[in-house]
């Protein structure tokens, strides 16, 4: 799927190399290859990871040129749909701008949340304020556009869609995505009291469902044993 063709790597200071690819599906499988060498022990010592929307960023690189050069011959299969950690995030669908996103999908406004929740999200990336998470997953058809106003406070468990994205609002925070649910209780999200702070971490997989039938934030979230966390400043919230 990636190889030396649709990705760009160049230095990014004295040790990172700053790999950029062509789109967020590539930069998920890239990410996934650096992740799967790096536990096996085949990856040049890099100290950190970071992934962005279209980049990751390696740091504590020795040699940024010569892992440019062998990242650049790299074949890079695409990540499979069930792999990584699931979480499930119940929601209620309640948000205040439902009817505007029912009316984008052509659907009633209590379609939206059966819609919503048929797909499974991955995170691609996180940023804006910590445990905040970039999901992939809504097929293109579902796509919004951001808010034409911004608004200056979305409550924390805002569930939120955006171009390409979902995310959940960890903390009360402005911001301009179309808000058509509420996660009851977001504390899970970010907790500095854990081990890994953040319960949304770049490559796990997200799962909603209706709050009435969500059990213990389902298959590995409340108690927080999660992925360790990666941000990225790329992109707004």
């Known amino acids: 799927m990636t190889d030396g063709r649709s990705l760009t790597a160049r230095p990014a200071g004295r040790h990172a190399l700053l790999v950029e ?3 967020a599906e590539h930069t998920a499988a890239f990410l996934a290859e650096v992740l799967r060498r790096r536990a096996a022990g085949t990856l040049h010592p890099v100290t950190e990871v970071v992934p962005g929307a279209r980049t990751v960023l390696l740091d504590g690189v020795p040699d940024p040129d010569a892992l440019a050069r062998r990242v650049a011959d790299w ?12 979480v499930e995030i119940p929601v ?5 701008d439902l009817a505007d996103v029912a009316a984008l999908w052509g659907v009633g406004p209590d379609e939206v949340g059966a819609l919503h929740r048929s797909h499974t999200y991955r995170v691609a990336f996180c940023g804006f ?3 905040f998470g970039y999901l992939t997953g809504l097929p293109p058809r579902l796509h919004v556009p951001r808010r034409s106003t911004p608004r200056t406070r979305v409550p924390a468990g805002a569930v939120a869609l955006a171009g390409p994205y979902s995310a959940v609002y960890p903390r009360a925070t402005p911001g301009g995505w179309q808000l058509i649910g509420t996660m009851p209780d977001p504390r899970p999200l970010w907790n500095p009291a854990r081990e890994r702070a ?3 971490t770049p490559g796990t997989r997200v799962r909603f469902v209706t709050a009435d039938t969500a059990t213990a934030y389902g298959t590995a979230t409340a108690t927080g044993d999660d992925p360790a966390d990666g941000t990225s400043p790329e992109a707004g919230a």
């Open 129 to 131: 304020a910590p445990g």
């Open 21 to 23: 690819l062509r789109d």
């Open 92 to 96: 209620r669908y309640d948000g205040p």
């Open 75 to 86: 074949e890079v299969p695409p990540v499979a749909d069930d792999t990584g950690t699931v």
């Open 198 to 200: 953040a319960l949304l």
